[in-house]
């Protein structure tokens, strides 16, 4: 069992920046790949970006591509999305998540194994 925490989130203008962090706990031994998913109000949740468990493999949607990054550091069991050039369409709680897959296109097509709590992003105009 694996125990995920989201941590970063906040009040930001439109074209600022954002560093998502995730905090494994828990049950880490073995591969795991990662992944960012968010909900905005009123909205289904939806895909953002994905890491395999090694991190070199590295997958993102469209709204994401050319803005956010997505990393891991394994030995800290913690992962990130940096976020730039944020727009209000951004807004929305961002989760994490994991599956028990070294593959990170797992963490896309699979159910995911554990989820975080969210943090929320705001982003003005």
């Known amino acids: 069992q694996v125990l995920l925490v989201e941590s970063g989130g906040g009040l930001v203008q439109a074209g600022g920046s954002l560093r998502l962090s995730c905090a494994a706990s828990?049950?880490?031994?073995?591969?795991?790949?990662m992944g960012w998913f968010r909900q905005a109000p009123g909205k289904e949740r939806e895909y953002v970006a994905a890491i395999s468990w090694s991190g070199i493999n590295t997958y993102y949607s469209d709204s994401a591509k050319g803005r956010f990054t997505i990393s891991r550091d394994n030995a800290k069991s913690t992962l990130y999305l940096e976020m730039s050039n944020l727009k209000p369409e951004d807004t929305a709680v961002y989760y994490c998540a994991a599956k028990m897959s070294p593959i990170g296109t797992d963490i896309i097509q699979g159910i995911p194994d554990a989820w975080g709590q969210g943090t929320l992003v705001t982003v003005s105009s």
């Open positions: 828990g049950r880490t031994q073995g591969a795991y790949a």
